[in-house]
């Protein structure tokens, strides 16, 4: 069973930046895609972007397009996202999201998510 750990949060001024990691972890088992949610208060869990390991292609949410930056490591089975120009509406738990394989099966994981709060 594969496990996620986010780290990077924090709190951030509007117009600053922040870096979060997401590394997955376990056996026999290879990535089909990562990327991440969030989840503002109040309000229900949205996808932000997602990096898929077997071909050069990632999505984002238009509300993120421009400002986010989603890239990854497949040897260290690792997504980083890269936040610019955080506004207030950005805070959220931001959970990494992943779909994999083990053998034959493929299965779908999330992390426990890292708080991120935009705020002066």
């Known amino acids: 069973q594969v496990q996620l750990v986010e780290s990077g949060g924090g709190l951030v001024q509007p117009g600053g930046s922040l870096r979060l990691s997401c590394v997955a972890s376990g056996t026999n088992f290879r990535i089909i895609a990562m990327g991440w949610d969030r989840q503002a208060p109040g309000k229900e869990r949205e996808s932000v972007g997602m990096?898929?390991?077997?071909?050069?292609?990632?999505n984002y949410a238009d509300t993120v397009k421009g400002r986010f930056t989603i890239s990854r490591d497949n040897a260290l089975n690792t997504v980083y996202l890269q936040m610019n120009s955080l506004k207030p509406e950005d805070t959220a738990v931001y959970y990494c999201?992943?779909?994999?394989?083990?053998?034959?099966?493929?299965?779908?994981?999330w992390g426990q998510g890292t708080l991120v709060t935009v705020s002066s």
């Open positions: 990096a898929y390991f077997m071909t050069p292609s990632i």
């Open positions: 999201h992943a779909y994999y394989y083990e053998d034959v099966r493929h299965f779908e994981v």
